[in-house]
């Protein structure tokens, strides 16, 4: 039985008089234009409503088999899982991914080769020997502007750099003098921003390579400061590196402690640590990694990485927010993961049309 009291007390709260905290948790599982609608209901849900739009999709993990042609599609947002036949990619291993291609590359017959697994169309490129070298594209191979660049190092002091572009014939080979020792790293740290590529050394000094004038060199810009702890087992294959609006991020791991994040200042020319992403998300995998703006409010500001626990159905990631990995930490060393298992890919625009 309810008193007249507390009924009265009842009676005097709404919808409108929840937590934000809790208003947000509800609005973050909404579709955009559910999202929309809850906006304009009153005041209060507007700025929670706001704050946890979605207008942006998350880029997939794509798996490649070990065996067979069935390739797996993971979406960390809805925490669905997707398959495709792709029987074009036979005897192939990735190397790079932009704008939903793919850079592949076929060991046997050194063919190189975009394919997009959306569209299933493919671009060739001339043959090259792909040993050790990073390799990444500026863009889709549709457009007029997209360069392949590959980069190893031949001595301390000397590259060998390697472009490429759809259409040539043939790859242009170069050999560079460093003022600075750069010795090329194990797997991609390397990303095309502002017209640039920017490569992360082994040991952290950055190289940087215009395609247009076919300069090279390596910025007098210290490596990250990390804990002494951090040079331990595999240090020099858990970082990744990855490009957000002109900014130029780096992420080292360590098995027994929480990621660090470093930006470029390049006013400074120096590496700051930074303690929030200012709602960013940032996607990383061993060949290629990804950012995001503006998605569901429980991904910002938060690392994912290329591995998903509990059956498929959760990827780790670390939170800034909370200053922890989710599923809780364990130990998570990164450098033990095979670097050609998976990486993030741009999903579809049309969903349905997939799957």
Request: glycine share 4%.
């Amino acid at each position: 039985m309810v008193t007249e009291g507390k009924e009265e007390r009842l009676e005097l709260h709404d919808w409108s008089e929840l937590p934000a905290e809790l208003l947000e948790l509800i609005m973050c599982h909404l579709t955009l234009e559910d999202n929309v609608h809850a906006s304009v209901v009153c005041k209060k849900w507007h700025a929670p409503a706001i704050s946890v739009r979605v207008v942006n999709q998350s880029p997939w993990l794509m798996y490649f088999p070990k065996f067979g042609n069935l390739y797996e599609f993971y979406d960390p947002a809805q925490r669905k899982t997707y398959s495709l036949e792709l029987p074009e990619l036979y005897g192939s291993r990735v190397c790079y991914t932009k704008d939903s291609w793919l850079l592949l590359y076929r060991p046997r017959t050194h063919r190189v080769f975009f394919f997009n697994p959306f569209t299933r169309d493919m671009i060739k490129l001339p043959r090259f020997e792909l040993t050790y070298q990073i390799v990444a594209f500026s863009c889709a191979p549709t457009s007029s502007s997209c360069v392949v660049f590959t980069v190893k190092h031949i001595s301390p002091t000397v590259v060998a750099i390697s472009t490429c572009h759809p259409g040539a014939t043939e790859w242009v080979t170069d050999n560079y003098q460093n003022r600075l020792p750069f010795v090329s790293s194990i797997w991609n740290k390397l990303v095309f921003c502002n017209g640039i590529f920017y490569c992360l050394s082994l040991t952290g000094w950055l190289g940087v390579f215009d395609p247009v004038k076919r300069d090279w060199g390596v910025l007098v810009v210290p490596p990250p400061k990390c804990p002494e702890n951090f040079f331990a087992k595999n240090w020099w294959k858990g970082k990744f590196m990855v490009e957000h609006k002109g900014d130029i991020l780096v992420i080292y791991t360590c098995c027994s402690e929480n990621p660090i994040i470093f930006k470029l200042d390049q006013s400074k020319m120096a590496w700051e640590e930074m303690k929030t992403l200012d709602g960013v998300t940032l996607f990383a995998s061993f060949l290629s990694s990804q950012s995001r703006a503006d998605l569901p409010g429980i991904m910002r500001n938060s690392v994912y990485f290329s591995k998903v626990r509990f059956f498929g159905k959760r990827c780790i990631s670390y939170s800034l927010n909370d200053s922890r990995y989710y599923p809780r930490k364990q130990c998570y060393d990164w450098g033990e993961q095979d670097p050609f298992e998976n990486i993030w890919i741009e999903p579809p625009e049309d969903i349905s049309a997939f799957i």
